[in-house]
């Protein structure tokens, strides 16, 4: 009898990687912007900096906002989620020289986050997805080899003109930079227009007692 294994309540993540001709251009237009804040200043940030955190709206990065905004269109049709718009409400640079990382974390009162990354040295640190489920943990076994079934966390490398688009209350974190030269990304998130109006509203009918 063959054995049958179901992967039940999965948490989806979205990598899409941008084309040799597009990550060059967004990223130099990035790095534009970039170099314009930290000339001036920027905002001290777990090891690294920051940038201000609208950035969406900056002529800079216009492209790279329609390939965050064709991708998140892409992602909420594969969930199926009946939405009447969708914007980006926060987007902001972070720059990590050699060592620095950054702890676990959520971006709270948002439906989806992301990462692009302009500058992506090798060993440059690997954005880190944990475990959302505590039970699975409080018996933990010992195991011979390390796979989807047994592990807490989940990396991912990270590579130039790479996009990752994830839930955005899946715990993430980055590890520290051990790679030769600083780590650039973007970050960003994604809600829905119109929540309160729409998405907010009870699902069922007028009558329900509950």
Known sequence: MTLQTLNLFPTPVWVRQLEPEATARVNRDAMALIETFRATSAATKAGGWATPTDLQDRPELHELMGFVRETAGEALAALAVEHDGFLVTGCWANVKPRGAGHPSHIHPNNFLSGVYYVRAPEAGGNIVFHDP??????????????????????????????????????????????????????????????????????????????
């Open 133 to 210: 489920r505590q039970q699975p943990f409080l018996l933990a076994p010992r195991t011979r080899e390390r796979n989807l079934y047994n592990s807490r966390n989940a990396d991912l490398p990270a590579r130039e003109g790479m996009m990752v688009l994830f839930p955005a209350w899946l715990h993430h974190s980055v590890a520290g930079n051990s790679g030769a030269g600083e780590r650039v990304s973007i970050s960003f998130n994604i809600m829905f227009e119109r929540f309160g109006e729409t998405l907010a509203r009870p699902k069922w009918g007028a009558q329900s007692e509950d």
